[in-house]
T-cell receptor
Framework: DAGVIQSPRHEVTEMGQEVTLRCKPISGHNSLFWYRQTMMRGLELLIY????????DSGMPEDRFSAKMPNASFSTLKIQPSEPRDSAVYFCASSYSATNEKLFFGSGTQLSVL | DAKTTQPPSMDCAEGRAANLPCNHSTISGNEYVYWYRQIHSQGPQYIIHGLKNNETNEMASLIITEDRKSSTLILPHATLRDTAVYYCIVRVAWETSGSRLTFGEGTQLTVNP
């Protein structure tokens, strides 16, 4: 298996633009997680899905952030409009189930909002 | 979840054992100890977890004290590729509310040649 696949690897955009980050979880995994990492705040859980259904989005910073999982093999995290403070590395992770703590992380998307 | 305390940094010579401590004095009976690591510019990687017995896998060994208030992750023969931030996380497993691993600041392990 190729592992969790994220795209793009790097994204540079201007303030106010829409940004879409993509994630393909490991086949057979039923839970998907979006994390954000910054120097100031470390790794933060934004949202997670179980069987394609959002379970907990309490970590999503504000309404500018939205996440979808239309099927078991694809998820998106969208920021609209983007702001410089959204600059961070965004990680997607998947696991066999929501109660399985062995998470497999992707390589992340480095987002820079100018 | 119980709070964990780890030293901010440690050094180890290549080929020697790296022993990373973690204090979790408020751990409760149904909380597991998990270890992850994050190599620079990569996503975190699961290493090992345990409840009260010592555990070993191909990557590392986990030693949990009898009172479960602290644990040590052991990398038996550290290599330069083991240089990373190591996170100790305490978490109730099998919660129906789902996984919500909380990563602290971890220990920056530097393996020197």
């Amino acid at each position: 298996d190729a592992g969790v696949i994220q795209s793009p690897r790097h994204e540079v955009t201007e303030m106010g633009q829409e940004v879409t980050l993509r994630c393909k979880p490991i086949s057979g995994h039923n839970s998907l997680f979006w994390y954000r990492q910054t120097m100031m705040r470390g790794l933060e859980l934004l949202i997670y899905f179980n069987n394609n259904v959002p379970i907990d989005d309490s970590g999503m910073p504000e309404d500018r952030f939205s996440a979808k999982m239309p099927n078991a093999s694809f998820s998106t995290l969208k920021i609209q409009p983007s702001e410089p403070r959204d600059s961070a590395v965004y990680f997607c992770a998947s696991s066999y189930s929501a109660t399985n703590e062995k998470l497999f992380f992707g390589s992340g998307t480095q987002l820079s909002v100018l | 979840d119980a709070k964990t305390t780890q030293p901010p940094s440690m050094d180890c010579a290549e080929g020697r054992a790296a022993n990373l401590p973690c204090n979790h004095s408020t751990i409760s009976g149904n909380e597991y100890v998990y270890w992850y690591r994050q190599i620079h510019s990569q996503g975190p990687q699961y290493i090992i977890h345990g409840l009260k017995n010592n555990e070993t896998n191909e990557m590392a060994s986990l030693i949990i004290t009898e009172d479960r208030k602290s644990s040590t992750l052991i990398l038996p023969h550290a290599t330069l590729r083991d240089t990373a931030v190591y996170y100790c996380i305490v978490r109730v497993a099998w919660e129906t509310s789902g996984s919500r691993l909380t990563f602290g600041e971890g220990t920056q392990l530097t393996v020197n040649p």
